[in-house]
């Protein structure tokens, strides 16, 4: 048992677990930290699932806990990713290390662009809950649970985004379908990386606990911190990783 990896990857998970609990992105962190410790693609991202259960469900448990209360809708959401999840994890089981680092690095990149060039989320007063909306809504969420199910990285802000436009939620709601999904869908997604035995749980079960900390913790600031702050520093560090994930 290497201490010390346990220890650094319970901070990077206490880091991770805030992030995503507030605005998204932790796993821009962990899952290159889990690689840089020495586990191969697949393991990392199948170990770094083992965080992010426990992540979304104390995220989601921290929001109930403050009256953010999940609806019958939001319960199917987590379900069409849930299918959609087993088709991505499926994809994730056999692919190559090296193309596995080239397309986290390149989703990096990506989701640094978004965060620095794309438009602010707006979200206001009047919810749009028609049954078209929420056609849409239930199908977008099956192609989500596939690409988290697949590699999870960004995907918060994918649910954010897809949430206010689709219907203008509230934040501090779509914060909380965030959660509810990814808790559901992580449960298919480890239940494939299990059977095929991907899953290193000494530091799965390290990140953890980190991750479960900071998303309880978390989301019951979620109105009092300043998500501009979180932004630069997902945006600094996950640009230091991509570039160490190129030249790798």
Same mark, same amino acid.
């Given at each position: ?6 220890? !650094? ?7 991770? +677990? ?10 821009? !962190? ?9 586990? /191969? /693609? ?30 019958? @809708? ?41 965060? *620095?060039? +794309?438009?602010?989320?707006?979200? =206001? ?12 809504? !239930? ?20 649910? $954010? ?7 203008? @939620? ?14 559901? @869908?992580?449960?298919?997604?480890? =239940? ?41 520093? *997902? ?7 991509? $570039? ?5």
């Amino acid at each position: 048992m290497d201490i010390q990896n346990i220890l !650094l990857l319970f901070i990077v998970g206490l880091i991770a +677990g805030v992030i995503n609990a507030l605005a998204g992105g932790g796993s821009l !962190l962990t899952l290159p930290a889990l690689i840089f410790l020495g586990l /191969p /693609p697949n393991v990392a991202n199948a170990t770094n699932r083992v965080g992010v259960f426990f992540n979304g469900l104390l995220s989601w448990g921290g929001y109930h806990s403050k009256g953010v209360k999940a609806k019958s @809708y939001d319960l199917w959401l987590g379900v069409t990713s849930f299918i959609g999840a087993i088709l991505g994890s499926y994809i994730a089981v056999d692919i190559k290390g090296e193309t596995f680092n080239r397309i986290l690095a390149a989703i990096i990149v990506f989701i640094i662009a978004y965060m *620095v060039f +794309g438009k602010r989320v707006k979200t =206001g007063n009047e919810e749009r809950d028609t049954r078209k909306s929420k056609i849409i809504g !239930l199908v977008t969420f099956f192609f989500i649970g596939i690409y988290g199910g697949f590699i999870q990285a960004g995907v918060g802000y994918l649910i $954010i985004a897809s949430m206010s436009f689709i219907h203008n @939620y509230s934040l501090v709601r779509i914060n909380m379908i965030k959660s509810l999904t990814v808790l559901i @869908y992580t449960l298919s997604a480890l =239940g494939v990386f299990i059977y095929n035995d991907l899953i290193d749980w000494q530091l799965g079960l390290a990140l953890a606990a980190g991750n479960g900390a900071g998303g309880w913790l978390s989301s019951r600031w979620s109105t009092r911190v300043n998500e501009k702050y979180i932004r630069y520093f *997902v945006m600094v560090t996950a640009i230091a990783f991509a $570039i160490k994930l190129f030249i790798s």
